[in-house]
């Protein structure tokens, strides 16, 4: 029997919603053959249904053989296996060919269990909680007031899965195929529902809070006399999902008919992933072909189909997203049933291969595809799908047609690349390729922000270093990701003409060192404004940077690192002045490696050692001669009579050569502090020494 994909396994959804009919074993076997009178054997079976039902106890299996059952079935109370299809002897099921026909009705008050492999002639009655699992029937051209195929009442929740329900006829009031009523929560799956006509609600009715899951049918050619042609929902919460509602017609001849495929009156239907199309609402006053909606609230429509409906597509009052209502859909083959969409990547096609179904190329692709909602669950459509759900019925179904794959190019950790080769961009960028495509994709090998920052490339993500260019085999979904890093360049930093000077700031350290900088890093470096090498003291100057002089005597210098770059703090050792004098007269010529005529002044470097040599004796005039005496430094006296005098520089010094007319050994005690006395007050008046 042909079936709608549903989201997830059947049997899966059978046991979420509770149908999970199976028991550990049954109890007994009866056997029921038209046209035998046995007891319920193997060997001598019940010639009726009610028989065996009536004999049978919970977890009971009855099987029925092909033939005509004109009799009313009531199982009650008790959870029973109704099988239908069998051959006479009970050795071959196959429902298509072994027709056990059930004329009447069959009704559920109660109960549960499974009725499966029947053509149900006069309906199926479920109430009073009932819960059975209604599967592989044909429940075809039965006619009553209401629910002529299927009548669900009084808080039963049956499962009504692979059905054919047609041809059945509800002119009183409604549902013809199916009636949901009086808090009745059916799960309607999987199910062709066609050619049912009622006076509202065609293929399916749900009233009275009812709350139906109506998931995965097909729901097309049925009429309503009055309002919904595919599905009348009114006061109720019914679950629609992944249907088909085609080619349905509610017309009212004398009055306005409404909803040809869907009719809405003060419920609160969820309405999702369903192709709502081909229905009419006919009659004066004729709206919403596809949905009609009347009051309040909002009914949520959300990734369907609703085309081509007949006036209109839609009216009232919905709170509809992502569904297609403009434009043609590109179904495969909508004359004969087939609404799958078209795809130049792959379209299931359930007529291929000899009726066993397959895949096929199109020579176009439909709008519809990847289309819905992105936050919706696409994990059962095959690959590629993109990774958005298909809009219509087979959005998230193992039949959702195929989509290119989604090729995602990144950079990290910057953007803004330009990638070349097959599938060019600048990162971050989506690109479509077919299954199995081979994409090429280039790397550059730098790449330079809007700041100006470098960066290298490095790898493509979890492949080798260095190799810029890859080829992506493109058989799902793939994202690829350039690795670069910042461009690095090397500081180097100097002193001279000293070394091992310790340098603060950014990137610390001392002279020479180098140190790794990102591409327009700005760095600050400090130097000391004194440094000492060995006993020697040396002053900062200033910064050369790269051969660019800095100014002098700022210690602080800020770099801005685009190139390797070269920083030198430069120093000058530092210098003392010497003072050289002659007391008391002037004019003398000193000797020595900073000679001189007193009184001059001499620079020296720091630690710098000094040797002078006074004379021994100056002409005085035609009278007399000075006789050297001694040097005095910084007012210390040095020895008597040594005219070589040494002196380290570690500061600024003077020096005295000390004379007198007398000889030097005449010139002790108190001439001798005298001599001193006179030479530092400058006073040239002769003292007590004198003649």
Known sequence: MKRLPVLVLATVIVCLFGFCTGWAGAETTWYVRAGSAGDGTLNNPFGSISDATQAASTGDVINVAVGHYPSYVQVQSKSLMLRGGWDSTFTERNWDIHSSSIASTVAYMGSGGEISGFRIGGGIICEDNSSPTIADNRIVGNSIGMGSGIYCYGGCSPLIIDNLIADNRSDTWGGGGILCNNSSSPTIMSNTITGN????????????????????????????????????????????????????????????????????????????????????????????????????PSVI????????????????????????????????????????????????????????????????????????????????EPQPNGDIINIGAYGNTAEASLSSHVLTIGSTPVTGVNITGDRPGVTEYTTTCADQEVVSLTAPASTTTGEGITYNFVRWEGLADGVATIQVTVDSSHTVVAVYEVQTWTLSVESSPISGVAITGDKPGTTGYAANCEDQEIVNLTAPLTVTDATVRYDFVRWIVDGTDQPIGQTDVQITVDADIAATAVYAVRTHTLTVLSMPVSGVVVTGNRPGTTPYAATCDDQQLVTLTAPTILPAGSSRTNHFLYWAVDNEPQPYGKRELQLRMDSAHTAVAVYDWRLPGDVTGDCMVNVLDMIFVRNHARTACSE
């Open 197 to 296: 006509w009622g006076g509202d609600g065609g293929g399916i009715y749900c009233h009275n809070t009812s709350s139906p899951v109506i998931i995965g049918n097909a729901i097309t050619g049925n009429r309503a006399s009055k309002y919904g042609g595919g599905i009348f929902c009114q006061a109720s919460s019914p679950s629609i999902f992944n249907n088909i509602i085609a080619e349905n017609t509610a017309e009212w001849e004398t009055s306005a008919s409404h909803g040809g495929g869907i009719y809405v009156v003060a419920a609160t239907p969820t309405i999702i992933n369903n192709t709502i199309t081909q229905n009419i609402t006919g009659g004066p006053l004729a709206a919403g072909g596809g949905i009609y909606s009347l009051g309040e």
């Open 301 to 380: 429509v959300r990734n369907c189909i609703i085309w081509g409906n007949t006036p209109n597509q839609v009216h009232g009052n919905l709170a509809m997203s992502y569904c297609w209502l403009a434009g043609a859909p590109l179904f495969a083959d909508p004359e004969n049933g087939d609404y799958h969409l078209k795809s130049k990547y792959g379209r299931w096609d359930p007529a291929a291969n000899g009726g066993d179904g397959g895949w096929v190329f199109d020579d176009v692709t439909s709008p519809c595809i990847d289309a819905g909602d992105p936050a919706s669950d696409v994990s059962n």
